[in-house]
């Protein structure tokens, strides 16, 4: 079982940065691929961003793009979502993924480990 632990969420206004990251427990294996959903209270999850393993290919949703930027950390399975100008839109339960094997990036049940997720409110 692999262990998915976010951090970096918090209270920000509008036009703010802030930085997420995720660690995965397992630091034997360095081939899983990740990504990053968010779901806003009452609305379904909404994929973020993914980031193959080798970190040679991202994709991005499309109300993030040009705004949030994903990286692979120095640590084998640590990602890291850069996330600039945010919009109250923005406000959710940001959920770090993770799966050896992905064919559709953007279904979550893609995904085989969840992070617990962390709070992101940006403030108008």
């Known amino acids: 079982q692999v262990r998915l632990v976010e951090s970096g969420g918090g209270l920000v206004q509008a036009g703010a940065s802030l930085r997420l990251s995720c660690a995965a427990s397992?630091?034997?294996?360095?081939?899983?691929?990740m990504g990053w959903f968010r779901q806003a209270p009452g609305k379904e999850y909404e994929f973020v961003t993914f980031?193959?393993?080798?970190?040679?290919?991202?994709y991005y949703g499309d109300s993030v793009k040009g705004r949030f930027t994903v990286s692979r950390g120095a640590v084998p399975n640590t990602i890291a979502l850069q996330m600039n100008n945010l919009k109250p839109d923005d406000t959710a339960v940001y959920y770090c993924?993770?799966?050896?094997?992905?064919?559709?990036?953007?279904?979550?049940?893609?995904?085989?480990?969840w992070g617990q997720g962390t709070q992101v409110t940006v403030s108008s």
């Open positions: 993924a993770a799966s050896q094997i992905v064919d559709v990036v953007q279904n979550p049940g893609q995904y085989d480990y």
């Open positions: 397992d630091r034997t294996s360095s081939n899983y691929h």
């Open positions: 980031i193959t393993w080798k970190g040679n290919t991202v």
